[in-house]
């Protein structure tokens, strides 16, 4: 076995840390690519407030829920005020909502 050089050794290293965090990577999305369980509109509702009400008065929220994918969005407001503060939002979420539902070919609404 021959003994390897300083630059042959620290790109050994290089290689293997690449290496490491490649195979991170891999299984962070294989973690996430398994199903994990469904999160119901409450669970949603309740960990954005845990995250985001002592920062502001007023957010909104959109996302796809783990497990299912459904899409979800949510409105929080303190006050009439902070509900007209989000009010330019209000047509881009609905549109964004109701996206999957205008790309479906018609005759998948009639086999309904």
Not at 23 to 31: G, P, S, T, V
Not at 82 to 94: F, H, K, N, V, W
């Amino acid at each position: 076995m021959v003994p390897l050089t300083r630059g042959q050794n620290s790109s050994r290293k290089r290689e293997v840390g690449r290496i490491e965090n490649i195979m991170e990577y891999q299984n962070r999305i294989k973690e996430h690519l398994e199903h994990p369980k469904e999160l119901s509109d409450d669970e949603i509702r309740s960990a954005a407030a845990e995250i985001f009400a002592d920062l502001t008065e007023c957010f909104a929220v959109v996302g796809y829920s783990k497990g299912s994918g459904r899409k979800f969005a949510l409105k929080f407001v303190e006050n009439q005020l902070c509900d007209d503060a989000l009010e330019p939002l209000s047509e881009t979420i609905i549109h964004w909502l109701n996206l999957n539902r205008c790309l479906q070919p018609k005759d998948a609404d009639e086999n309904k």
